[in-house]
Nanobody
Framework: QVQLVESGGGLVQAGESLRLSCAAS????????MGWYRQAPGKQRELVAG???????NYADSVKGRFTISRDNAKNTVYLQMNSLKPEDTAVYYCNTLPYAYPWGQGTQVTVSS
């Protein structure tokens, strides 16, 4: 059973930064695309950022210029650096393949106060 374990969330004030990590129980070396998703209360899960095996990235318009996704294939880990956080970034953040193919992890809560 593949496991994805997200960590790094927390409570921060607007304008601050967080770095999320996602550790996979399998090698991500051959996975062509990984992504970070988020789900805010009462809303559908949405894709925030994606990264290819070659390092090409794409972002939702709402986070472009503030978030940076990266991957360390040797550590089977995907990261999400989040800067200039806004209250509307408050959500549970998850990682998965893109499109998602593995069971969802427990996610990590990010709460941004104004």
């Amino acid at each position: 059973q593949v496991q994805l374990v997200e960590s790094g969330g927390g409570l921060v004030q607007a304008g601050e930064s967080l770095r999320l990590s996602c550790a996979a129980s399998v090698s991500i070396f051959s996975i062509s695309r990984m992504g970070w998703y988020r789900q805010a209360p009462g809303k559908q899960r949405e894709l925030v950022a994606g990264i290819t095996a070659g390092g090409s990235t794409n972002y939702a318009d709402s986070v472009k210029g503030r978030f940076t996704i990266s991957r360390d294939n040797a550590k089977n880990t995907v990261y999400l650096q989040m800067n200039s956080l806004k209250p509307e970034d408050t959500a549970v953040y998850y990682c998965n393949t893109l499109p998602y193919a593995y069971p969802w992890g427990q996610g990590t809560q990010v709460t941004v106060s104004s």
